[in-house]
């Protein structure tokens, strides 16, 4: 039964996973691009995460938060370079 | 290291000393002391002439390479005799020649007497040496220093082209001459001509596969260096050079050479019916076009050039007759036709080198070598004439001139080879005395033009640049003393006949002595018979040739056109080929390395029968990576056919990450690890490069559909799939893996395998890519800040 809802889970998740690819190659604007890309990579750490207990180890723990890490620092970057042009400013004095 | 030696390099070694004298002593022209080298070098060879006459011969060896069998070995026997004394002999005369000559304040002296003295030590070296790869070595430096004499004086464009083209001919001869030497060695087994003789005289090497080829390859490497037909068309180009260079290598040693090495390997190579036909046929060749277009010639150095060329063919005409006489065994022919090549390969040297000492001498007095130009100097240059008209007399063949004694020597040996009746000798053979007859007539009718156009006729003073006189004695001493031998030695050919030639022709071919008697009078002998017709034929022609040479305009000079042709082509055909397939486009550059990749993987795939599907190593296939691999394979398409750039640049990152997930299902959580942080850092790269790009170029735009593009893409996929499917269908030894697993805790302490394998076992491997990651940044740092002009180009 356990097994079946990991599975059933992981399902669905690749399911949602194929609507934000959709998402990403579709997508009419940038920034829908880079809302679906960012749940690409929550979907990343759900299905990381299942399939550790799926296959019963711990060695994919960093993984996890990594992604998250990642994650957030993509899309903090995609936003501040939607935003102002660049992502790292040289001047330090005029922002 | 025996005198033998030292005498080869002497030479070499005192070129080190030239370059003192003449800045030190910048008074005394630099000719002077070189002059005593050769006068040594010749009291030397003459010296050992007891010994070569009683057919011995003086051998030394050094060890040099020896475990490839190079040994500087040196044997001075008849043959090696003969050219020490013409190279050092002449070498003497020519020097002192060349004092009067150039001019020591407006000539670069230490130039030329230090390419003059490699030559002269390198043309000792060809002569005397036993081993034949040493005796390419100095054949070579032969060809280098006569590039350098050639083009003396570099400012003239004729001169750098004389010598771009002899170095071409000679050098392609030379290379031709290696190829033999090394097939020789691969048929005897040893690089020593002694040795090589030896053992072809126990087994015969004329049924060896090879045999053929190396002959081939010897004899381009003779007849270029000869200026034999058709690879003559350098030796009037080399006429450009000094006279004293002209006089010494373009007439009596340099391009003797060739004619060396036939005489020295006709034993190896005599047996062959092949050697004497492609040697006889190719002098007599040589001969024939030789002396026809030598009448042509208005300029007296490109006359006697092509004399020089046509004399050369006569003696190696007899130098294959004399090896079909060893090869019918039939001794008198031989005998006659060696005896003959020998005794003109001296004669011809002395009034040849006296000749172009005349032109020289013309020259220098008059300021031209332009027959038409010339005339009625007689009585002005009373013994320049002198010396021309005996020099002109003896090559024409006139008695009682050494030329004489010769040229009715080659009649009698032209007129010998009808009594072989091989080889179609005794049908066909009839021509040889023909064309040869025929080319002695023009030899006369040469011989008179360049001696009576010179010298009789009008004097023409207002198309002289200066006022002519008679040369200064010092420049008349050296041709003085050549004509003289050719005098003493028509009048007393007994003085050569024992003493040098016997035992040259000896050591050709081996033998006994053989009692050279040289007569002028034979009796009425066929032979004299057409020594009258030359002269009386060559009298008609040349009185009429005012009449008859029209026929030259209308024979065009075909082998230049052919030379110069073949260069100016190969040159565009190479330009137009390169330019055709380096265009310049890497995406052509691409399209050759792929389908090359395709084309031999395949190639080799399928002819090795490498194919193979094996599926009983195969794991089943999970949900997990069905459901990835879709995700894949759907983002790397969505690249391909994405409209913006900023797509494919998040599609890639898309692809980046999914492939992590795959290290994660396959269970390789480090990799995982380090895949999501360098997608993310390789997408933020992208970006950046992205957001530099000009602003036209990021306007959306779908990649341009190409369909050799396609096909190759679509190739190179499909091969490295069949490769990877075969590779994993044959598996022929088990993993070393299972090492890992039992040692990662107990040898290095460690639980993560992946980590203890990168920087325990086979931690170089991780230094060096920590190597290339520090070179990455600092060649990034390097090119962000270090813009040498750079910014320069950018503010335009």
């Known amino acids: ?95 | 290291m025996s005198i033998l030696h030292w005498a080869v390099l002497a030479p070499f070694i005192y070129t080190l000393l030239i370059p003192i004298t003449y800045k030190l002593l910048k008074r005394v022209h630099t000719g002077w002391f070189v002059l005593p080298l050769p006068i040594l070098l010749f009291v030397y060879f003459s010296s050992n002439i007891g010994t070569t006459s009683s057919l011995q011969a003086k051998i030394a060896s050094i060890p040099w390479i020896p475990s490839l069998g190079i040994d500087f070995a040196v044997k001075l026997d008849g043959l090696g005799m003969l050219f020490s004394l013409l190279i050092a002999g002449i070498g003497s005369l020519v020097i002192l020649y060349s004092i009067y000559y150039l001019d020591k304040d407006k000539e670069k002296l230490n130039q030329f007497y230090v390419y003059l003295l490699f030559f002269m030590g390198a043309m000792l070296g060809v002569v005397l040496c036993d081993n034949l790869i040493v005796l390419y070595m100095f054949w070579e430096i032969t060809s280098i220093s006569s590039f350098l004499l050639i083009g003396f004086w570099n400012n003239r464009s004729n001169s750098r082209y004389g010598a771009i083209k002899s170095m071409v001919i000679t050098v392609f001869g030379g290379l031709s001459l290696l190829a033999g030497i090394v097939l020789l060695y691969l048929m005897t087994g040893s690089f020593n001509i002694s040795e090589i003789i030896t053992s072809v005289q126990q087994n015969s090497i004329i049924s060896h596969p090879l045999f053929m080829l190396g002959m081939i390859c010897i004899l381009l490497g003779a007849f270029t260096k000869s200026a034999q037909f058709p690879f003559h068309i350098w030796l009037p180009d080399a006429m450009e050079a000094p006279t004293p260079v002209s006089s010494y290598l373009h007439s009596a040693t340099m391009v003797k050479a060739g004619i060396y090495l036939i005489a020295r390997l006709s034993p190896v190579f005599a047996v062959s019916g092949y050697w004497l036909w492609i040697v006889s046929l190719i002098g007599i060749i040589t001969l024939l076009y030789g002396s026809f277009l030598a009448v042509k010639q208005v300029d007296l150095k490109g006359l006697l050039a092509y004399s020089t060329i046509s004399q050369l063919g006569m003696i190696m005409s007899l130098l294959g007759i004399g090896a079909a006489g060893v090869h019918y065994d039939n001794e008198s022919i031989y005998y006659i036709a060696t005896a003959a090549a020998v005794f003109h390969l001296v004669n011809h040297a002395t009034f040849k080198g006296s000749l172009f000492m005349m032109a020289g001498i013309v020259d220098h007095e008059t300021g031209t070598r332009d027959i038409r130009r010339l005339g009625g100097l007689m009585k002005i240059m009373p013994i320049t004439f002198a010396i021309a008209l005996i020099g002109s007399l003896s090559m024409a063949g006139i008695p009682p001139l050494n030329g004489f004694l010769s040229k009715e020597m080659f009649f009698a040996s032209m007129l010998n080879i009808r009594d072989f009746n091989m080889f179609h000798l005794d049908t066909w053979g009839v021509l040889l005395p023909i064309i040869a007859w025929v080319g002695s007539i023009f030899t006369f009718v040469y011989s008179m033009i360049l001696v009576f156009k010179t010298f009789t006729g009008k004097y023409q003073p207002e198309k002289l640049s200066t006022k002519p006189h008679e040369a200064p004695m010092g420049m008349l001493i050296s041709p003085i003393i050549l004509v003289s031998l050719v005098v003493i030695f028509g009048l007393f050919p007994g003085v050569l006949s024992n003493t040098i030639l016997s035992p040259a022709i000896t050591s050709i071919y081996g033998g006994g002595v053989y009692d050279l008697h040289i007569y002028h009078w034979h009796g009425f002998q066929p032979e004299l018979f057409m020594t009258i017709g030359v002269i009386v034929f060559g009298t008609i022609l040349y009185l009429s040739v005012t009449k008859w040479s029209v026929i030259y305009q209308a024979i065009p000079v075909v082998w230049n056109r052919i030379y110069d042709w073949l260069f100016g082509e190969t040159e565009n055909t190479f330009n137009k080929l390169t330019n055709k397939y380096m265009t310049g486009s890497l995406r052509t550059y691409l399209i050759y390395i792929f389908s090359f990749f395709t084309l031999i993987l395949s190639y080799t795939l399928f002819t090795k029968d490498g194919f193979k599907i094996d599926t009983s190593l195969l794991a089943p296939i999970g949900g997990y990576e069905a459901v990835l691999s879709l995700v894949l394979v759907i983002s790397t398409i969505a690249i391909l056919f994405s409209k913006s750039r900023l797509t494919s640049i998040i599609l890639l990152g898309a692809v980046g990450y999914t492939v992590s997930l795959f290290y994660v299902v396959f269970r390789a959580p480090d990799l995982a690890l380090t895949q999501l942080v360098i997608e993310t850092v390789s997408v933020a790269l992208f970006l950046l490069c992205f957001y530099h790009l000009p602003r036209n170029a990021r306007k959306k735009e779908s990649i341009p559909f190409k369909l050799s593009n396609a096909v190759i893409s679509v190739l190179v996929g499909l091969v490295v799939m069949l490769i990877a499917i075969a590779s994993y269908s044959t598996k022929l030894f088990d993993s070393i893996s299972p090492y890992y697993v039992d040692n990662t805790y107990i040898k290095a302490a460690g639980e993560n395998m992946v980590n203890v394998i990168l920087v325990d076992f086979r931690g170089f491997d991780t230094l060096f890519e920590i190597a290339v990651l520090a070179i990455a940044a600092i060649g990034i740092y390097s090119m962000i800040t270090l813009r040498m002009g750079g910014k320069k180009n950018e503010n335009k």
């Open chain 1, 1 to 95: 039964m356990f097994s079946f809802v990991l599975h059933a889970s992981l399902v669905l998740i690749a399911l949602s996973m194929i609507g934000f690819i959709y998402r990403v190659i579709k997508g009419p604007s940038t920034p829908d691009r880079v809302v679906a890309l960012d749940a690409i990579g929550i979907n990343l750490v759900a299905i990381t995460s299942i399939l550790s207990i799926l296959l019963k180890t711990t060695a994919f723990l960093e993984v996890i938060l990594l992604i998250g890490i990642l994650a957030f620092i993509g899309t903090v970057a995609f936003s501040k370079y939607l935003e102002k042009g660049v992502v790292v400013e040289h001047d330090r004095n005029n922002h």
